[in-house]
């Protein structure tokens, strides 16, 4: 049972409400609670505030709904609803006689007797000597076993984590020769398309000097042919057809043998 206390007030305005009719009801319904003072004794229902304002009773543990009225009954205030009152010292009793009955329980006192059991091994109580003894070793193996075995774990771990960022960090190291070996390769491979091109302008150059020194040539052999004499048509000097055809057929050959030369050399 909870003692609860608070002041009556109006719900609109705030204002005290001396003498004030206050009704506690069982929660959801129109049921008048029982009700007490901070004694024990019981208090009728409705009850009255002091002058002040001032209400208090003491109820059950459960949960409750109250209305408020002013002294005449010319206000009524909203009810409020699902008030909570439960005794702390109660719940304090009731979980120390749940402990205490968890603590009876067939459970825990398996429990308590396993570790009893386990210490009477652990510390030779109870038992052979040479029982004692063998716990007393393999414990300790046991423990260095999974030591050991926890650190292996780690090394291999470590050990993979550590080969597998060498390993990406030497297959970066491989990308990047790839590529710098590549683009040497592209710059090489440029410088050659450079000089290829600048050597085949060359040789165009020297086959176009070439034609034209024959042509000339060519056109001196026909202007060195005498003609005739001032006034005298017949006079010139018979033309050696076959000299001038030998002579062409020459500048031929020398021209179509620096062509070939020039086609070597692209």
């Known amino acids: 049972m909870q003692y609860y206390e608070f002041i009556a007030v109006r ?32 208090l009728a229902n409705p009850t009255t505030a002091t002058i002040s304002g001032l209400v208090g009773f003491a109820a059950a543990n459960g949960v409750y709904d109250i209305q408020i009225a002013s002294a005449d009954g010319s206000y009524l205030a909203p009810k409020v609803h699902d008030l909570q009152l439960y005794d702390l010292t109660q719940l304090d009793a009731q979980v120390v006689a749940q402990s205490d009955r968890q603590c009876r329980s067939p459970i825990l006192r398996q429990g308590r007797w396993l570790m009893g059991f386990l210490m009477s091994i652990a510390l030779g109580w109870k038992w052979p000597g040479w029982a004692a003894r063998l716990f007393g070793w393999g414990v300790p193996i046991l423990a260095a076993l999974a030591a050991v075995g926890a650190m292996i774990a780690l090394i291999y771990h470590n050990g993979k984590t550590a080969g597998r960022t060498k390993a990406e960090v030497q297959a970066e190291k491989a990308h990047a020769e790839t590529i710098a070996a590549a683009r040497t390769d592209e710059r090489r491979a440029q410088a050659t398309v450079d000089a290829i091109g600048k050597h085949v302008a060359a040789a165009d150059d020297k086959t176009n000097i070439l034609v034209r020194t024959k042509i000339r040539e060519m056109h001196d052999a026909l202007d060195a042919t005498p003609g005739p004499l001032t006034g005298n048509p017949r006079s010139a000097a018979p033309l050696d057809a076959g000299s001038v055809r030998d002579h062409l057929n020459t500048l031929i050959v020398d021209a179509d043998r620096s062509a070939d030369a020039a086609d070597a050399e692209r």
């Open 11 to 42: 719900g609109d305005t705030g204002a005290l409400l001396p003498l004030a009719k206050i009704t506690v009801f069982l929660a959801g319904t129109t049921t008048p609670a029982s009700i007490f003072d901070s004694a024990g004794a019981s």
